[in-house]
């Protein structure tokens, strides 16, 4: 359990600026945009509510100061159309053109977009051809065999939807950590304000800091149990009560999200906080080391016979049972039990290890923030660098750079470091893998950079052999320094793709490049349990938090939280260097490129061959083509 005031602070970090009715405005344009792109309408006026929208979203300032200020147009993206409708809907809550454009489709319409590989035209042309209004509708046809053949669809097509259906269905049996952090805040927020109450902590998979949760678990101390459940079930985030007791309640909230609420004696707060943080084998095999030394222990306290010796806080209960305080994140049962009766246990990274983030984004490419203000984020968040890895030239829908463009930046880069005392933005990019494992800048251009994250954007359907070459290969480039987001996987949209596990992290460990923990809300890639193989096998582990906006700075927490999950150390990642300590580790890549075919014995010589000659080809041509 975190002490509530730091807790306050770290969730609400966690959450996308302020403002009264930011959020549903944004809502709102997004929904715009979803019925017109449906209706295949003008790309530019779609593009411009999505955009609003984003901003909106990741608004840092106060939106009814604006409105106030008459500085709507402030916002990147608001002309004078959008600054109207802003003010129509923050005035009256509604949308006059709105409420009529929804009138134009079915309803269900929308959420076909919702199902990977449903595309607005697939939609239209499912509602015009099929009748198909909705999510159920599709289901069904997909099971009468209505889908083949029809306006084209070739069978692969209807494949890919039917695997879609079935990720969207388990999207919604768990959200995203982040989603549950969010979530949590809006209930634990407002009861902790209550006067009755002493620690709250969120408890579960949440507590554990799981990359996905099923439910949301509330732990309450107080002995006003029936004034915490009213206040509980009578906020304004309650859709709907689904059970009402005396001490514990259970209800959804608006995106149907199950939150239960359970209320102890101070007594009893830490042994109820152990038990329902669980996990379930954690507490099994707690109990079982309880019994052995013949005490017992449940969700009211740690006893012996009837004599009660503690349970106010789970601190105590470990030191009853002589081993060292777990954090929640290790409580598995992966070993960690042991670890802790022998007071063995890492020193689990913590959020204030951290000196950097080397995977952000800035307007130079999709990013909605400049360098200065992303630099600023940065050193608010206690960090002394930062890289600033933009999308590279191929990536034209993510406004990837061209080589002019590296140039302009960079000198933007060095002329803020010269204003920057203490500290320091490095010239970075995050540079697309192409489908044959080849990185989209030339050799001098990559060694320009100070750091280079590589990563894959695109050709996510190729076989595991070469997608896992495709990666290698990108390894054995003595520029590339990280490895982004290795398997891809996109929450709710992307199952995370097959890849050799075995052989990525050999070629990593060999290469000395580390592999990213992307903090992303939606990707959280690694997970903990590859991130905890890949320590195992002596790779680099780095986290980035692949922000776009200074808002998504924090996005760095979920990556620790994966990082915690995987049991890593200050000293296993790259972030917790000084930039000199780092610079001096990625100058080692450079120095120490592996003999061809030493990497990956049964893998890829030809490849390898062909990129170690490219470096040398590379190396001749670079004096010419280097962007300094
Ligand atoms: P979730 O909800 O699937 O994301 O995962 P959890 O871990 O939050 O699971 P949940 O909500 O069913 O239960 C919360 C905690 O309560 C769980 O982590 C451990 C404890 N718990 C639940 N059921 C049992 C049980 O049958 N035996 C024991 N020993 N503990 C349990
Ligand atoms: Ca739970």
């Not at 792109?37 to 003008?42: L, R, S, V």
């Not at 030239?393 to 803020?416: D, F, T, Y």
């Not at 460990?509 to 990213?516: F, K, Q, S, V, Y």
């Amino acid at each position: 359990m975190k002490n509530l005031k730091s807790r306050k602070h770290n969730q609400a970090s966690l959450k996308n600026g302020k403002g009264p009715d930011r959020e549903r405005i944004s809502e709102i344009f997004n929904s715009i945009a979803r019925i017109l792109e449906i209706k295949q309408d003008n790309r530019f006026r779609i593009r411009a509510y999505q955009r609003a929208a984003g901003n909106l979203r990741d608004l840092s300032q106060d939106l009814g100061t604006l409105i106030k200020e008459d500085r709507l147009f402030d916002i990147p993206g608001v002309g004078r159309d959008l600054a109207g409708k802003i003010k129509e809907i923050a005035a009256t809550g509604k949308l006059k053109y709105y409420e009529e454009l929804k009138k134009s489709i079915p309803s269900g319409l929308l959420d076909l977009l919702n199902i990977p590989s449903v595309g607005p035209k697939t939609a239209w042309d499912l509602y015009q051809k099929l009748k198909i209004k909705n999510i159920q509708d599709l289901e069904q046809a997909i099971e009468n065999d209505k889908l083949s053949g029809l306006f084209g669809i070739k069978e692969k097509t209807v494949e890919n939807i039917r695997q879609g259906l079935l990720l969207f269905k388990k999207g919604k049996e768990r959200m995203p950590l982040a989603l549950a952090i969010q979530a949590a805040d809006e209930f634990m927020l407002p009861l902790s304000e209550l006067d009755c109450i002493g620690n709250i902590s969120p408890a579960g998979s949440l507590r554990r800091r799981k990359d996905t949760v099923r439910d949301i678990d509330i732990l309450i101390e107080s002995n006003k149990p029936s004034r915490v459940m009213d206040s509980f079930t009578g906020l304004p985030g309650v859709k709907k009560i689904q059970a009402k007791g005396k001490t514990k309640s259970s209800v959804l909230n608006k995106q149907d999200i199950q939150v239960d609420c359970r209320v102890v004696p101070a007594k009893s707060f830490g042994a109820a906080l152990l038990y329902f943080t669980g996990s379930k084998n954690f507490n099994i095999k707690l109990r079982r080391l309880a019994m052995r030394m013949g005490l017992k222990i449940n969700e009211y306290a740690i006893s012996s016979g009837n004599k009660y010796l503690a349970g106010r806080s789970e601190k105590d209960i470990f030191k009853i049972l002589k081993m060292s305080y777990l954090a929640p994140e290790l409580r598995e049962d992966n070993g960690e039990l042991e670890l802790a009766l022998k007071h063995e246990l890492p020193k689990l990274v913590d959020l204030r290890d951290i000196r950097s983030d080397l995977h952000l984004h800035s307007n130079f490419s999709d990013g909605e923030n400049s360098i200065e203000e992303m630099a600023r984020s940065g050193r608010a968040r206690g960090y002394t660098h930062i890289a600033i890895s933009d999308h590279s030239q191929s990536l034209k829908v993510a406004g990837g750079l061209g080589l002019a463009e590296l140039k302009k930046k960079k000198a933007v880069i060095e002329r803020l470091n010269k204003g920057l005392h203490d500290f320091r933005v490095l010239f970075g990019s995050e540079v697309e893998i192409d489908s044959e494992g080849n990185l989209d800048y030339p050799q001098g251009v990559l060694e320009g950079f100070d750091i280079v994250v590589a990563a894959i954007h695109s050709g996510f359907r190729q076989s595991k052999e070469k997608l896992t070459e495709r990666l290698i290969r990108a390894c054995l480039n003595p520029h590339v320094h990280i490895i982004a987001h290795p398997t891809g996987r996109l929450w709710g949209s992307r199952e995370a793709y097959q890849l050799d596990f075995k052989r990525l992290f050999k070629a990593c460990r060999e290469t000395n490049t580390a592999l990213e923990i992307n903090g992303d809300s939606l990707r959280l890639d690694l997970n903990d349990i590859n991130c905890r193989r890949a320590r195992a096998e002596g790779v680099r582990l780095v986290i980035g938090s692949d922000a776009h906006s200074t808002d998504r700075i924090s996005q760095m927490e979920l990556g620790v939280s994966v990082a915690r999950r995987a049991w890593l150390e200050a000293k296993d990642l790259l972030n917790c260097l000084s930039v000199e300590e780092l610079l001096r580790a990625i100058r080692k890549k450079k120095s120490n490129i592996p003999a061809v075919g030493e990497v990956s014995s049964q893998a890829i010589p030809t490849a390898t061959e062909k990129i170690k000659d490219e470096y040398q080809i590379s190396k001749i041509k670079s004096k010419n083509q280097r962007c300094k």
